[in-house]
């Protein structure tokens, strides 16, 4: 890759960029409708191996989430974004909200397996909660869109918890994709150790029979620059995949979640977007 500018040194502050985000789940506004109806489910032993649910009040069935937050791969807790999975529950689904394991504690593979065996698990339990796991989707927001386009390209993750065929889309915001070569501490530290780079890489597995992908970036995201988006969407439409991409004039890295809350949602069309997408795949 050529295009390194400035990504490679924004890569270590995704959390930094992001941190505002924790104020939205102290002090921002919550969508009516829906509550958190289970918490800590564990999907592995370790302590971060753990997940919530959200759901409408109403009765289901509904289409099942999986939402990964992001933070560099290094950071992150499902407890700074109830708000984000209240959103997506108000838009008619029961959202799953998993920690996953992070480094330096661990390296890749370990939290694309996690995210693997977080989405299995929240197929096994929604359905005493008004979900449907025969309508899943996974998405994600910056390191969790890298996470959510992993699972659902790369063949082997989902396979490897027996359920090669459980996602039914895929959703990135502001996810890097292509982001070779690894020259900032964060990507260092999260990757390095791979014996194979190009398997990191959500590029490397687009593939004609995945399932849809929806991805979404803003122009003025200098922490992952949107051509990740646009070059993903390409490689995916050049091998006869589903793939669908937009860009929002002017946002940034934390604009692309921020715009899930309800103080900000008037500054673009992300959540309608993204729900629009999943309702049109998953019924």
């Not at 490679?8 to 930094?16: K, S």
Request: proline share 7%.
């Amino acid at each position: 890759m050529t295009r390194r500018g400035l990504f490679a040194p924004a890569l270590g502050l995704v959390a930094a960029a992001c941190s505002p985000l924790n104020l939205l789940n102290a002090l921002g506004p919550r969508d009516p409708g829906v509550r958190r109806v289970a918490r800590d489910i564990a999907y592995g032993d370790e302590s971060r191996q753990r997940l919530d649910l959200y759901a409408p009040t109403a009765p289901g069935p509904y289409p099942t989430l999986v939402f990964f937050y992001g933070g560099g791969w290094e950071s992150g807790s499902r407890d700074q974004y109830g708000w984000a999975a209240q959103a997506l529950a108000a838009r008619g689904f029961v959202v799953a909200l998993p920690d996953y394991r992070i480094a330096p504690q661990v390296a890749f593979p370990a939290f694309i397996e996690d995210a693997a065996a977080a989405t299995a698990r929240a197929a096994e339990v929604v359905g005493a909660h008004g979900g449907d796991p025969a309508r899943l989707g996974v998405l994600g927001h910056s390191a969790g869109a890298h996470l959510a386009m992993m699972i659902a390209l790369d063949r082997r993750y989902m396979a490897a918890v027996g359920r090669p065929g459980l996602i039914r889309a895929a959703a990135g915001l502001a996810g890097p994709y292509d982001f070779l070569p690894l020259d900032v501490a964060a990507s260092r530290n999260a990757f390095g150790r791979a014996p194979d780079l190009t398997l990191t890489q959500p590029v490397t597995f687009v593939r004609a029979d995945a399932p849809p992908i929806w991805l979404g970036h803003g122009t003025a995201d200098a922490v992952v620059h949107d051509e990740d988006t646009i070059i993903l969407d390409r490689r995916m439409r050049a091998v006869g995949g589903r793939s669908e991409a937009k860009l929002y004039p002017g946002l940034d890295h934390a604009d692309l979640i921020a715009t899930f809350s309800p103080l900000f949602r008037k500054k673009a069309t992300v959540l309608a977007d993204v729900t629009g997408f999943f309702h049109r795949q998953l019924g």
